[in-house]
């Protein structure tokens, strides 16, 4: 299949930092590619500059054959872009806000809002849309913010880390409308801490580290080169809670790696039925106090609620 975007060898300098060093990579028309690393890796200067939100220092991007650089109108037309921050007014409701995104996009009239409510079912809050987004919770802001990317039918999407900060089940309907829109035949370009998502949603992923692309490949081939591993997600009470959990399994024997966003900390681990147990025995001792594990397997959701006193909901 042709390709949606081609990414030439993009270098980014803020002064003597380099937040992106030599990228390069592509993005076949329907085709999901996900951008994988760590906070600070580069995925979200990758993305600003290939949304045109500023000119990279050196390289160039083509999306359907319109350079980043030199044709920033038609490249803005092809896209849709879903922010890691929300993007949506706080006094207007769901509706409002993508009437109003939507005029931005040069819709009116019947075929505006034709459009918002097509949107409006698609991430599933027509019945709550003349709520304000105030009122939202993050989940359902998650998904307005995705509705406002959508709304001029882009034919590559991109999504910078749009579960970040959601309950486990804001997550599953995100990555569900994900797989959805691929479906119908749009790309994605979707970055992300998480490898368990990369994993369920790519057709291949670029894993990048200090602004340099390390490897890219399909799942089999990257599992192939770093050896299979499982995530599992603890959530603590807060960001500095999180930041002391992860320093603790920083280093630990059996931990592949272990990072932190807000109150949520995510740890690779080669088998996570084995792993449940020693790191809930950790953050016992060290007086963490986990408020809750996100993993899809029931039995090891058993296990840990076994281990921290908790009984089984009906």
């Known amino acids: 299949m042709p390709n949606i975007l081609e990414v030439r060898q ?22 999901i590619f996900s951008l994988l690393g760590p906070n600070g890796a580069g995925k979200t200067t990758t993305i600003s500059i290939l949304s045109t939100l500023f000119p990279p220092t050196s390289g160039d991007a083509f999306v359907d054959g319109h350079s980043v650089i030199t044709d920033a109108l038609a490249v803005r037309r092809l896209i849709g872009i879903v922010p890691q921050e929300i993007a949506l007014y706080e006094e207007l409701t769901a509706r409002e806000n993508l009437n109003f995104w939507g005029t931005l996009y040069g819709l009116s009239g019947g075929a505006l809002k034709s459009r918002v409510e097509e949107i409006l079912t698609q991430i599933g ?34 999504m910078d880390e749009p579960t970040v900060g959601i309950d486990p089940q804001s997550r599953r309907a995100i990555l569900d409308m994900v797989l959805e ?3 119908q ?6 970055t992300t801490h998480y490898m368990e998502e990369a994993q369920e949603l790519s057709h291949r992923v670029g894993i990048m580290d200090h602004g340099q692309m390390i490897a890219i490949g399909t799942v089999k081939e990257l599992t192939r080169q770093v050896g299979e591993t499982e995530t599992l997600r603890f959530q603590v009470a807060d960001a500095g809670a999180a930041a002391q959990f992860t320093a603790l399994l920083q280093g630990t024997a059996g931990i592949t790696r272990a990072t932190s966003t807000g109150d949520e900390v995510s740890v690779m681990v080669p088998h996570a039925a ?25 039995n090891l959701e058993a296990v840990f609620l076994h281990l921290t006193g908790r009984a089984l909901r009906d």
């Open 10 to 31: 993009l270098v980014k300098h803020y002064g003597s930092f380099t937040a992106v060093n030599g990228v390069s990579f592509e993005i076949q028309a329907g085709e």
């Open 125 to 158: 809050l027509l019945d709550k849309a003349s709520g304000r987004i105030k009122t939202y919770s993050g989940g359902m802001k998650r998904r307005v913010n995705i509705g406002v990317g959508l709304l001029h039918r882009p034919q590559l999407l991109f």
């Open 181 to 183: 829109l691929n479906r």
């Open 185 to 190: 035949g749009m790309a994605v370009l979707y």
């Open 274 to 298: 084995e792993a449940i147990a020693p790191i809930v025995t950790q953050a016992t001792e060290a007086g963490l106090k986990i408020r809750s594990l996100d993993v899809q397997e029931p």
